[in-house]
């Protein structure tokens, strides 16, 4: 395959004739009974507030003029046994087309039929319309559905090839049917698009939203660069923004067309994104300390009370007296926990009664939380965590700590805050 790409005849495509849609000059072939022809849906990026690349998609008509679905085209090729053939003319058609396009720097994402990426005679083909246009294989994403692979393995070591090449690999529809993190280990692909399902789980059910970024942090703690496909709204937009995806692509940003995007009017999109995400966060955090600001007080008063001597059991009723505040508790300088948690509320034992088995926190050592390490880190001064999954009862929590010296010790007192649902969706 190598020597296939590096070594294929250079010869200009045939049966490939100029077409005029809106203005713009553009290749088209015949097929049997249907005309082909590319459109190009730009891909954004949310950071530099412009297209970055363009994902080539096949437009088929039939002799009376009327579309053609693109998946009915490649399934009736699949039936004549013709898949690759149109397929490589699907890609071919393509290159010409974004070579027309002017693009001078953005990625051309072209969808790769998994077998073809095998076939010597394909990747020639390939080869000699990159050579022809002048397109190097920098500039060429190809994307790879996991649902259409039945030799995975094989074809992870093809697209592992081709990236030694220079090619970039787009791992696509990713989080549909029966996606696993498996295949990005596999295929190790550059880029992980997100298949629109996820985000509209993310647009429609509370906690698909709070999964989706970090989701995309774990992408990112891997290495892959994160695309979110389909989206259409505006709601959709801010998810995918305050995700922190990398880039987007979808309908609300920019439809498929013959020509190259309107930047400035993505740019402008794109800025009212950021500004609305800013405005959110803001108001949020303001929320957020105001909710925080009576557990803070108490909490520092009985730190003060523990650094006087005070029993642990004696200086938490003021804090555990407020709405939601679940449980007081006291760490060493180790992170290990001395004593039991102190609980007031009456409904509390119910509630963990479930978790019997690490509802006895004594001796338990907590040095990997944050609250631990930031308290550590700057003594004397009250800490709040971002919420998180308490052990306690796999509920949403935040932690409140504060170091402070009790005779020669150093010791970390603790105070957990049930941070409801409800709630923590108007922070």
């Known amino acids: 395959m190598m020597s296939a790409l590096q070594d294929a005849p250079v010869t200009p495509p045939a049966g490939f004739e100029l077409d005029m849609v809106s203005g713009l000059q553009r290749y088209a072939l015949r097929h049997r009974e249907l005309t082909f022809t590319s459109v190009f849906q730009p891909i954004f990026s949310l950071a530099h507030l412009r297209a970055v690349g363009y994902e080539g998609l096949l437009r088929a008509h039939d002799a009376f003029d009327c579309p053609v679905p693109p998946l009915d085209v490649f399934g009736e090729a ?10 490589r003319l699907a890609m071919t058609l393509h290159l010409e087309n974004f070579k027309m396009l002017g693009a001078e720097r953005e990625w051309l994402f072209l969808n790769v039929h998994a077998g073809a990426l095998t076939e010597s005679y394909h990747a020639a083909a390939f080869a000699a319309s990159l050579s022809r246009l002048a397109l190097p294989p920098r500039r060429i994403v190809l994307e790879i559905h996991e649902d259409r692979i039945h030799d995975f393995e094989r074809i992870a070591e093809e697209a592992r090839r081709f990236r030694e090449l220079g ?6 529809d990713f989080g ?5 993190l498996e295949r990005v280990w596999q295929l190790d692909p550059d880029i992980v698009k997100i298949d629109r399902m996820m985000l509209s789980h993310a647009a429609h059910r509370t906690p698909a939203a709070a999964i989706l970024p970090g989701f995309v942090a774990l992408l990112h703690e891997a290495g892959k660069l994160v695309l979110i496909e389909g989206v259409e709204t505006e709601h959709e937009a801010q998810l995918a923004f305050a995700s922190d995806a990398d880039f987007v692509q979808g309908f609300y940003f920019g439809r ?10 993505a740019a402008a999109r794109i800025g009212e994104l950021a500004a609305h995400h800013r405005s959110e966060t803001e108001s949020r955090e303001r929320r957020r300390a ?5 557990y803070l007080r108490a909490f ?9 001597g005070e029993p642990l059991e004696e200086v938490c009723w003021n804090f555990l007296a407020l709405d939601h505040a679940a449980r007081c508790f006291l760490l060493d300088s180790e992170g290990r926990q001395a004593g039991r948690n102190i609980v007031l509320r009456a409904d509390r034992p ?37 919420p998180y999954l ?27 805050i049930d941070w409801i649902e409800d709630e923590a969706s108007m922070e």
């Open 78 to 87: 699949s039936r004549q046994g013709e898949l690759h053939h149109v397929d």
């Open 167 to 172: 090619f970039l690999i787009a791992l696509d």
């Open 176 to 180: 549909a049917g029966d996606s696993n």
């Open 256 to 265: 498929p067309a013959a020509g190259p995007a309107d930047s400035g009017y």
């Open 290 to 294: 105001a909710r925080l600001a009576p």
């Open 300 to 308: 520092a008063r009985a730190g003060e009370r523990i650094a006087a």
């Open 350 to 386: 119910g509630q963990e009664a479930r978790f019997m088995p690490v509802a006895d926190a004594e001796g338990a050592n907590w040095m990997r939380r944050p609250y631990f390490r930031a308290a550590m880190e700057m003594p004397d001064r009250v800490h709040a965590t971002k």
């Open 390 to 416: 308490s052990i306690n009862e796999a509920l949403p929590c935040v932690t409140i700590s504060l170091a402070i010296r009790v005779g020669e010790r150093l010791c970390v007192l603790c105070g957990d």
